[in-house]
C-alpha cells in the first residue's frame, strides 16, 4: 500500500502539470493521429494488392498496430520519461536525492517523472483496436480479451525491463542516449505481425528483444490463435526481464560514485 500511495501521488503530480497546458494535451492528441496514420501507410501499400500476408487479414494486421500503438503511448508517458530522467541524475551526480529516500530505489526512479500528455497513443491505439474488432469476421470472446490484456501487461514488464537495462548502462558510461533512441527505433518493428519477421530476425525479435511478444501476442489472443505455450512463454519473458532489470540495477548502483564522489 505504501508505494501504490507513492505511485499515486506522482501521478497526481504529472496530471495537474498535464492538464495546466491542455493546448499541448489536443496537439498530442492530433500528433497521435498523424503517427499512426503514418505508420499504417506501409500496410496500405503491402495490402493494396492482396488480401492476405504472411496468414493475416488487414484487420488482423490493424490488431498489432493498434497494440503497437497502445504499447508506444504507455512507453512514452510512463517509462521512457523517468528513466531519461534517471540517465540525466546519473550523469550529473544527483541521484544521491533518490538513492537516501527511504524507499526502493529503483521503484522511485521508474516513478520520477510522467508524461501524461502521451496516453493520447494509448487513446489512438484502442480506437484502431476498436475499428478492427469490429471488422473481424469473429468477434473476440471475454475470455480473449482478458488474455490478450494479461499479455500486454507482459509486454509492458518487458518493455520496462529492457529500459532499466538500457538506463543503467549510465553508470559505466555516462551517455547512453543513442542507446535510448537505437531502441526506440528497433521498437518500431513491434507494428508488424511476428510472420513478417524470418530466420535471424524472427529468433532476435521473439528471444532477444521479444518485439513480437509484446504486440502479436496479444492479437493472437483476440483472434483465439495463441497457444498455452506462447502464454507461458510470455509470462516467464516478462519475469526474467524484471529480474534482470532487479539484478542489473543493484549492480549499477554499486558503481554510482554520487556528486561528492
Not at 540495477?249 to 554510482?256: E, I, S
Request: aromatic share 12%; charged share 10%; glycine share 4%.
Amino acid at each position: 500500500m505504501r508505494y501504490l500511495v507513492l505511485f499515486a501521488s506522482q501521478l497526481r503530480a504529472s496530471l495537474l502539470v498535464t492538464i495546466q497546458y491542455r493546448a499541448e494535451l489536443a496537439f498530442a492528441l492530433v500528433l497521435a493521429l498523424v503517427w499512426t496514420a503514418g505508420a499504417l501507410a506501409p500496410l496500405l501499400v503491402l495490402y493494396s494488392n492482396r488480401p492476405h500476408f504472411a496468414g493475416w487479414s488487414w484487420h488482423e494486421s490493424l490488431l498489432v498496430v493498434g497494440w503497437f500503438s497502445v504499447l508506444k503511448g504507455l512507453q512514452s508517458s510512463l517509462i521512457a520519461p523517468s528513466m531519461q530522467e534517471a540517465v540525466m541524475r546519473v550523469r550529473l551526480g544527483t541521484l544521491d536525492f533518490v538513492l537516501l529516500k527511504p524507499a526502493d530505489s529503483q521503484f522511485l526512479i521508474s516513478t520520477t517523472r510522467f508524461e501524461l500528455k502521451e496516453l493520447s497513443d494509448v487513446v489512438v491505439g484502442l480506437l484502431l483496436l476498436t475499428w478492427a474488432i469490429v471488422r473481424l469476421d469473429q468477434r473476440p470472446t471475454l475470455s480473449a480479451s482478458l488474455l490478450a490484456a494479461l499479455l500486454l501487461v507482459c509486454g509492458v514488464v518487458i518493455l520496462y525491463g529492457i529500459w532499466c537495462m538500457v538506463m543503467s548502462l549510465a553508470f559505466v558510461f555516462v551517455k547512453v542516449d543513442n542507446l535510448t533512441y537505437l531502441f526506440a527505433s528497433i521498437f518500431d518493428a513491434a507494428r508488424w505481425p511476428a510472420p513478417v519477421f524470418r530466420g535471424v530476425l524472427a529468433f532476435i525479435f521473439t528471444f532477444v528483444l521479444p518485439l513480437t511478444v509484446m504486440t502479436t501476442f496479444p492479437a493472437l489472443a483476440l483472434r483465439s490463435l495463441i497457444s498455452a505455450r506462447q502464454v507461458a512463454g510470455a509470462m516467464i519473458a516478462a519475469a526474467v526481464f524484471i529480474g534482470v532489470s532487479r539484478l542489473v540495477w543493484h549492480a549499477a548502483v554499486r558503481r554510482y560514485s554520487s556528486a561528492g564522489g
